[in-house]
C-alpha cells in the first residue's frame, strides 16, 4: 500500500511540478515527494516524527478539514511553526474519510483537477488495504484468542499458524493487559473501548507488524509481544518502557475526566510463543493489583507477595483477613490513622523510628496508636506470628477492596 501511495504521488508531484504529501484522517503522514519552493517547521516535523502536534492537528481541524469534500484551504499560523499556508484534497471511499492529500501554497484550477482525480485513485488504493488488513487482523483475533485459550491442543495449533501465515515470529513473549475504571463485571463503554484500542494501537506500531499481537476483550485489552533474540533483562526493560508508553496514551486519550483511572500490568517473560497464555494470566494479575494498590503500571516479576495473593479469589481473600483485623478496617469506622500507621510499622519490619518519621509523628504517638490497634484486634506487635497476620490482611485487604 505504501509503496502505491508513494508512486502515487511522486507521479502526481512530476505532474504538478510541486512538492505533494499524504496523511491518514488523523494527521499521520503515509507518504511525501522530495520537496520544493518554502518549507515550514511544520513540514519538517510531519517527516521527521510521520505526525504532527496536538497544537497543529486543532488547527487543521479548526479549518474544516475532517467535514471538507473538496479542496480547501488551511491559513498560515506562525506560533506552531505553520508558516506557508497549505491546499489540502480530503481523500473519501463513499463518503468515509480515509486521508487527505496536501500541496503547499496556492493552486490553479488545473492543480485542483488533478487533485481531486489522485484523490480517488488514493481512496481506492486505501479501501483496497483497509480490506486486505482486516482480513488479516480478523485471522490475527481468532489465533490469538485460541493462543490464550484453556485448551493446550488450541494454543499449539495458533502458535504454529501465526508464524505459519506469517503474523508472528518465533521467540520469547511478554504479555501487556490494560484496563480502565468500570464496574465489577461489566463490559467498557463504548468511549472507554475506544480510547484502549488507540492506545493499544499506538503502542503495538512501536514494534515491528510480527512481533506485536492484540486482543480485545469486553473489560481489557492484551497486547503481547515477541522478542526473538533479545536477553531477559533486555527485554524487561523495552516492555517496562512500552508500558509506560501504553500508560501515557491510553490517560491522553481517556481525556480530563478525574474520575477515569488506567492501569497497565506486565507479565512474564516466558520462552515460546505457545507459552503466551502463562504471560497473559500474569499480566491480568498484575492489572489487578495495579488496580487495588493505586500504581498505574505493575509488572509481574515485582509483585511480592501479592503475585501469591491474587491467585485467590475475592471470597477466599475476604475469609482469609483475621476478624480484629477486619473491624479496624471496616468502612466508616474511622480508624483510617490507626490502618495507616499499622501498614507503615509493618512495612518497615517492625522499626518504629522510621515508621515514626514517615507518618511524622513522634514514636510515642505512634506507640499509642499500635496499642489502639491491638486493643481493636486482638493482635500482639509483639509476636511474629501476629505481625505476619496483620501484614497479610493488610495486603489481601487492598486486593479485595482498597483501604
Known sequence: MVSE??????????????SVAMDDARIRLLAHTAHTGD??????????????????????????????????????CPDIGFTVKRTGMPV??????????????????????????????????????HLANEVARS????????????????????????????LAVAGPV?????????????????QQRLALDLAVDHSRRRLPPTRALVLS???????????????SEGIERAVGELAGVLHEKLVAEIGTNRRASCWVGIGGTHRRLAEAHVS??????????????????????????????????????????????LRLLEQGSGHQDLVETLRTYLDHAGDAQRAAAQLHVHRSTLYQRLRRVE????????????????????KMAQLHRPV
Open 5 to 18: 501511495l508513494q508512486q502515487l504521488i511522486d507521479a502526481l508531484s512530476a505532474r504538478l511540478g510541486r
Open 39 to 76: 518549507v515550514d517547521e511544520a513540514r519538517i516535523e510531519s517527516i521527521m516524527h510521520r505526525g504532527v502536534s496536538a497544537a497543529l492537528s486543532a488547527h487543521v481541524a479548526q479549518h474544516g478539514a475532517a467535514q471538507a469534500t473538496d479542496i480547501f484551504t488551511v491559513p498560515p
Open 92 to 129: 473519501r471511499y463513499n463518503g468515509a474519510l480515509q486521508g487527505y492529500l496536501w500541496l503547499i501554497g496556492p493552486t490553479t484550477p488545473q492543480d485542483t483537477d488533478v487533485l481531486r482525480e489522485a484523490a480517488g485513485q488514493a481512496a481506492l488504493i486505501l479501501h483496497r488495504d
Open 139 to 166: 485471522h490475527e483475533r481468532e489465533h490469538v484468542r485460541d493462543l490464550v485459550a484453556p485448551d493446550p491442543s488450541l494454543r499449539d495449533e495458533a502458535a504454529a499458524a501465526l508464524i505459519e501465515e506469517g
Open 174 to 190: 511478554a504479555a501487556l493487559v490494560a484496563t480502565v475504571s468500570h464496574g465489577a463485571g461489566e463490559p467498557l463503554a463504548e
Open 217 to 231: 476483550r469486553p473489560d481489557h485489552a492484551l497486547l503481547l509481544t515477541i522478542w526473538p533474540g533479545a536477553r
Open 280 to 325: 497473559y494470566r500474569e499480566a491480568r494479575q498484575a492489572t489487578d493489583v495495579a488496580r487495588a494498590t493505586g500504581g498505574p503500571v505493575s509488572a509481574y516479576p515485582r509483585l511480592g507477595i501479592y503475585a501469591l495473593l491474587a491467585k485467590l479469589a475475592p471470597d477466599e481473600l475476604a475469609a482469609s483477613i483475621h476478624p480484629g483485623l
Open 375 to 394: 486493643e481493636m484486634t486482638g493482635l500482639k506487635m509483639s509476636r511474629g506470628d501476629d505481625r505476619l497476620t496483620a501484614h497479610l490482611g493488610l
